[in-house]
């Protein structure tokens, strides 16, 4: 069945660093979303992205989608204390409207 | 706001008890999304909606988790004869139909089985 892997599974960074998390589907995706999810919370809808090859950004996150349409990335540039939580991705199961989300990447930010 | 919202956001009961959650999409959206969370995973699909249509339950846990919306608003999960394992957060989200599928969750239920 469809997987999707979330690299690293934590990361620890001092305020200021930057934090990159990686996304790897084993199929084609339609589209890719990313999900925050903040100690104790829900997950809060971040950005899709569709098309192959696509880079957007929100303030200091920049999302790219890879060529194959397959892996994914979210940079985070100068990390503050408000950014500490699980980042997942999520890829729609072919034919479906059920997401497959990864096991997360968990930020931690040491002020 | 009329975020999707959860009810209750915590149960606690003991092994073998039959439970049942309540969901609220957001009130436009016509799919509606169950979702299991344990601790250090990501969501696990369990079903879905769109309207009072169930199209997808061949991810439900078991037998004895079921869910229904028969009136294409709310939606209703409910868990027969609890056991341990059963303990997690069950997440609801929904959506729009035609649009690109952006589901928006709501606060979680979180169920505890003693």
């Known amino acids: 069945g469809q997987q999707v892997m979330q690299i690293p599974q934590y990361q620890h960074v001092q305020e200021g660093e930057d934090f990159t998390t990686y996304c790897n589907s084993s199929?084609?995706?339609?589209?890719i979303q990313w999900y925050k999810q903040r100690p104790g919370g829900h997950p809060v809808f971040l950005i899709q992205l569709v098309k192959s090859g696509e880079v957007k950004k929100q303030k200091r996150l920049t999302f790219q989608f890879g060529e194959a349409k397959k892996n994914s990335s979210l940079h985070i540039t100068a990390t503050q204390t408000t950014d500490v939580g699980t980042y997942f991705c999520?890829?729609?199961?072919?034919?479906?409207?059920?997401?497959?989300f990864g096991k997360g990447t968990k930020l931690s930010v040491i002020p | 706001d009329t975020g999707v919202s959860q009810d209750p956001r915590h149960k606690i009961t003991k092994r073998g008890q039959n439970v049942t959650f309540r969901c609220d999409p957001i009130?436009?959206?016509?799919?509606l999304y169950w979702y299991r969370q344990t601790l250090g995973q990501g969501p696990e699909f369990l079903t879905y909606?769109?309207?009072?249509?169930?199209?997808?339950k061949s991810r439900l846990l078991s037998d004895r988790f079921s869910a229904e919306r028969p009136k294409g608003s709310f939606s209703t999960l409910e868990i027969q004869r609890t056991e341990q394992g059963d303990s997690a957060m069950y997440l609801c989200?929904?959506?729009?139909?035609?649009?690109?599928?952006?589901?928006?969750f709501g606060p979680g239920t979180r169920l505890t089985v003693l």
């Open positions: 199929t084609t995706l339609s589209n």
């Open positions: 999520a890829g729609p199961l072919a034919g479906s409207y059920q997401l497959t």
């Open positions: 009130s436009e959206h016509n799919r």
């Open positions: 989200a929904s959506s729009l139909v035609g649009g690109r599928n952006t589901q928006y």
């Open positions: 909606f769109q309207n009072e249509a169930q199209l997808e």
